[in-house]
């Protein structure tokens, strides 16, 4: 977010308390044809939600973080907040391990097809709800990214006033990722090797979809029999440049 979006979106006074590790999610009424925030929240986010019943129990709240009754009606720009949840969220039979906890900072072992954050089929099945729900920390939030179907080190900031502390480590390249596979080998390969590759459209050869180049050097630490254990240390990050649709 550019400092000038972050300028023109209110800071909300209060945000409600999070629910079993899932914080509250803000929404603001649009221009509609709906009279009431059940009609609102029907018409405007994913289908299959029995927005009555939630309001019901308590689960929409106004901006000042009381619970709507289920008749309430809605106007333009009025704000609203609730909690997102799944019927049916897929299990992940994986565990995360603890590697280190203190004030400021965790770090956790995630295991293969755990989501870090969570999004579309994940929810409460996602790493920071996970710890969010083991050390009843809200404030956890992660330092990187690491995809769904990648294991390894993730990094949490446990407390805001020191976030960016530990953000900075990362923008000054003063923290080093290594990837990790088990991967085919040609004996005529030399290693380490550097690679760059660059997104480009198929369709229009012109336009690149990233700005840089993207390196990465691979070694090879150790050989087994199905293959080799390789390594690979990226050294820049990706920087999208997405061509205009307008």
């Known amino acids: 977010m550019s400092a000038r979006s972050s300028q023109l979106r209110p800071v909300p006074a209060s945000i409600p308390a999070a629910r079993d590790g899932v914080g509250a999610s803000r929404l ?5 044809p709906w009279s009431t925030v059940v ?16 309001m019901v129990q308590g689960d929409v709240l106004n901006e000042q973080g009381r619970p709507l009754p289920a008749d309430a009606g809605c106007v333009r720009g ?24 203190d004030a400021n900072l965790v770090v956790v072992d995630k295991p293969h097809f755990l989501a870090a ?13 996970r710890l969010k729900r083991l050390l009843g920390n809200d404030d956890l939030v992660p330092l990187h990214r690491l995809d769904r179907e990648t294991a390894g080190v993730l ?10 502390v530990h953000h900075a ?18 004996a005529d390969r030399l290693l380490p090797l550097t690679a760059r590759h ?22 090879r630490p150790k050989s087994n029999f199905c293959g080799s254990w390789v390594a690979a240390l990226p050294a820049t990050r990706l920087r999208w ?5 307008a």
């Open 117 to 129: 954050v969570p999004g579309g089929r994940y929810l409460q099945e996602t790493a920071m709800v």
């Open 169 to 186: 480590l990362l923008r000054e390249r003063r923290v080093h990722k290594v990837y990790e596979a088990v991967a085919p080998w040609h």
């Open 78 to 101: 009025q704000v609203l907040w609730y909690w997102r949840s799944l019927a049916r969220e897929p299990r992940v039979p994986f565990e995360m391990e603890l590697l280190y906890c």
């Open 28 to 32: 603001v009424v649009t221009d509609g």
């Open 198 to 219: 660059r997104l480009q459209d198929p369709q229009v050869p012109a336009i690149c979809l990233c700005k840089w180049w993207a390196e990465s050097r691979t070694r």
């Open 155 to 164: 990094m949490f900031s446990a407390r805001p006033t020191t976030r960016d």
């Open 39 to 54: 009609d609102f929240l029907t018409t405007r986010l994913r289908p299959g939600i029995d927005w009555h019943a939630r």
């Open 241 to 245: 440049n997405w061509p205009s649709t």
